[in-house]
């Protein structure tokens, strides 16, 4: 078994001693459960330690995995220089991870930002295992706007490079829970950052790493959490793997959660293949949903299906309601894979001569032409859903007429226009709807601009 251990872990810079200058005694609890996991890690002789850091090189749809022969950094950017750590990177295993993950078409590699000190959240594990042993060359992985399940790939890819090579190795998965926990804290308080930090706590405490994957995406943002791709990623990396956990400490005293667990591989266990398991119920519930859906959302279903299988764009179907052949509307078309964002696009008022084809238009559109995604292909069909809202007349109105709930806003300066759709995860208050809608339509906050809002009939 190449991987010979797996920890979470939190990089509160405030525990290192020469930042804290006493405020770490705070989280003394943290501390002492750290000290004990590099304690264990030191025993363990790693040829290699992976990292994967929330704070490390970060795209939205690719994994940066570091290059170069060398690692170095300080924690001077919190005021204390004097902490240093300088090692080797693993370059072969760099390159053997690029090379598997190249031939799988997979978006990781070393592209992008080539020199860039050690971030904190490689820095802070590395203060604590440094202190014990030295004797490992390091791969440090950043994280990625792309869904939890491409996170899991990775870390499926990683085990599988470890185990080409033969290296020991050990995954430290770096990362805070959420940054909502108390009213002082320095996101202030959200509901969801308790409830977060109790449920991830309770999965990784069982080592029941499926259920990282069932976390809904806009859940996360609202808990203001930054680790949990890490977790995800250090899941995948003990695919097929029966592990012994072990839960060491939570503390939740600053306002940000940090949260302590090893995990111990013990042998082969088919049983635990979570991704496909995952893909699975997905691919079922998205079969039940398009079975359930209505009219407008089965022409979306159809329209994207025909275009991404064989190009071909469906003619209008008969039999459709005279609502969607005789009525003219903008509409858009939103797709999600996994609970996260998969393609949107839509217009705001009509340009076709009815409804039906308007959905068709968009639907192609937010499948293969949004510019924020690589288009949608054949293999992930099976893990969409879909929905189409259709946009009714817009009136102009005033901030104080806002409900994002109820209406969605277009927001106007000269030529410039951006659109936000209402009752969207995430978007509780006008200001953060008319924000949004701001900076879809590159309007700055200078700008003079002019305000509509308009209701939509959400089909599922």
């Not at 090692?87 to 390159?95: A, I, K, T």
């Not at 020991?168 to 409830?195: C, I, M, N, R, W």
């Not at 008969?318 to 078309?333: H, I, N, Q, S, Y």
């Not at 007429?401 to 927001?411: A, S």
């Amino acid at each position: 078994m190449s991987i010979t251990g797996a920890f979470i872990v939190p990089h509160p810079p405030m525990i290192v001693p020469a930042v804290g200058k006493g405020s770490e005694r705070q989280i003394a609890e943290t501390a002492a459960s750290y000290s004990a996991v590099a304690e264990e890690i030191a025993a363990l002789a790693p040829d290699t330690i992976i990292i994967s850091s929330p704070h490390s090189v970060m795209y939205s749809d690719y994994f940066h995995i570091s290059p170069g022969k060398e690692a170095k950094g300080d924690l001077s950017r919190f005021g204390a220089s004097s902490v240093k750590v300088s090692l080797e990177y693993d370059s072969e295993f760099v390159r053997e991870l690029c090379h598997i993950c190249g031939d799988d078409g997979f978006p990781a590699g070393t592209m992008g930002e080539r020199e860039r000190a050690l971030d904190h959240g490689t820095m802070v594990p590395l203060y604590f295992i440094t202190q014990r042993c030295a004797d490992f060359r390091l791969v440090r992985i950043g994280l990625s706007g792309l869904p939890l399940t491409d996170h899991y790939r990775l870390g499926q890819y990683i085990k599988e490079t470890s185990d080409r090579l033969g290296r020991s190795t050990v995954y430290v998965a770096s990362g805070d829970l959420s940054h909502k926990l108390q009213e002082y804290g320095p996101y202030g308080f959200a509901k969801e950052g308790p409830e977060y930090d109790e449920r991830v706590m309770d999965v990784c405490a069982r080592g029941a790493f499926e259920e990282l994957l069932g976390f809904d995406e806009g859940f996360l943002d609202r808990a203001a959490e930054c680790g949990h791709r890490s977790f995800v990623m250090m899941a995948g990396a003990l695919d097929r793997t029966a592990v012994k956990p072990r839960f060491y400490s939570h503390q939740d005293v600053t306002g940000v959660g940090y949260g302590i667990c090893s995990y111990y591989p013990q042998g082969e266990d088919e049983s635990r293949s979570f991704l496909d398991a995952y893909k699975e119920k997905a691919a079922a519930q998205s079969s039940e949903k398009r079975e359930k859906c209505d009219e407008y959302v089965r022409l979306a279903w159809d329209t994207i299906e025909s275009y991404v299988k064989a190009r071909k764009v469906i003619k209008r179907p008969d039999g459709l309601p005279d609502e969607m052949t005789k009525r003219r509307a903008g509409a858009f078309v939103s797709i999600h894979k996994n609970g996260a964002l998969r393609g949107c696009i839509g217009t705001i008022s009509a340009t076709k001569r009815c409804i039906a084809d308007e959905i068709i238009s968009n639907a192609i559109s937010a499948a293969t032409r949004d510019p924020r995604f690589d288009p949608i292909g054949e293999d992930e069909l099976g893990e969409l859903t879909i929905n189409v809202d259709v946009l009714g007349d817009a009136e102009e109105c005033t901030f104080d007429d806002l409900d994002v709930k109820r209406y969605g806003v277009i927001v106007t300066s000269g030529y410039k226009r951006g659109l936000l759709l209402p009752d969207l995860d995430g978007v509780d208050t006008p200001a953060e709807q008319v924000s949004i809608a701001m900076q879809k339509g590159g309007i700055s906050p200078k700008e003079k601009y002019r305000l509509e809002r308009f209701e939509v009939v959400r089909h599922f």
